[in-house]
């Protein structure tokens, strides 16, 4: 049974500070996402990681995968108020079958 | 284009009471899927169709049924609701082949009194 973990669960930071958010998973995969979801909102795709090593950024929110450590990161740069949001990585292990989810971030950025 | 659209957005059920869940995508993808999402738990996958005319089971299927209409539709139905089943349900789409990124609809907040 494939089990994604996702540390921290909650997160309280000041803006201008950096974090990273951890996503280890227990089965191999080479597909690993990442969704944002806003109080009473849907899920928004924001990065789509498909190999070993790979690295994307977008703003001020940068994640990358190690397959062989089936580990994913995502880090938070200079933190603003705009970030506050639950995060959530998810893990592919049939080729899209199905998304395996972490039980998220909840991420609050304070002044 | 309107992406995942679900219907309706909020419904009350009292316990034993049947209803049916909407989803349509017009972004001509292959698979859809069925979630339901509960406080602290993630989403847990209840139903999937990887393509038009097949249904799979997810992780927590009882209670559940659902039906791929066509490519585009794929409903969810609750046969007797249960408190149990008071959740916020997503239907999500992807494309078979390249990313396999899922679309997520707007959600049902269901609560089942």
């Known amino acids: 049974e494939l089990k994604v973990e996702q540390n921290p669960l909650f997160l309280s930071m000041q803006e201008g500070k950096n974090y990273t958010i951890y996503c280890n998973y227990s089965?191999?995969?080479?597909?690993l996402y990442w969704y944002r979801q806003d109080p009473g909102k849907s899920l928004e795709s924001l990065f789509v990681l498909l190999s070993n090593g790979a690295v994307k950024q977008e703003g001020r929110l940068m994640a990358s995968l190690d397959t062989k450590a089936r580990l994913s990161t995502l880090h938070i740069t200079a933190a603003v108020h705009d970030l506050s949001a639950t995060y959530f990585c998810a893990v592919d292990i049939d080729s899209g079958y199905a998304l395996n989810f972490g039980k998220g971030t909840s991420l609050l950025v304070t002044p | 284009n309107a992406g995942v659209t679900q219907t309706p957005k909020f419904q009350v059920l009292k316990t034993g009471q049947s209803m049916t869940l909407q989803c349509a995508q017009d972004m001509n993808h292959n698979s859809m899927y069925w979630y339901r999402q509960d406080p602290g738990m993630g989403l847990r996958l209840i139903y999937y169709?990887?393509?038009?005319?097949?249904?799979d089971k997810g992780e927590v299927p009882n209670g559940y049924n659902v039906s791929r209409l066509n490519k585009r539709e794929f409903s969810l139905r609750l046969e007797s609701a249960a408190p149990s089943q008071t959740s916020v349900y997503f239907c999500?789409?992807?494309?078979?082949?390249?990313?396999?990124?899922?679309?997520f609809g707007p959600g049902t907040r269901l609560t089942v009194t």
């Open positions: 089965t191999t995969s080479d597909r």
């Open positions: 169709s990887a393509s038009e005319g097949t249904t």
């Open positions: 999500a789409s992807s494309r078979r082949g390249g990313l396999y990124e899922q679309y």
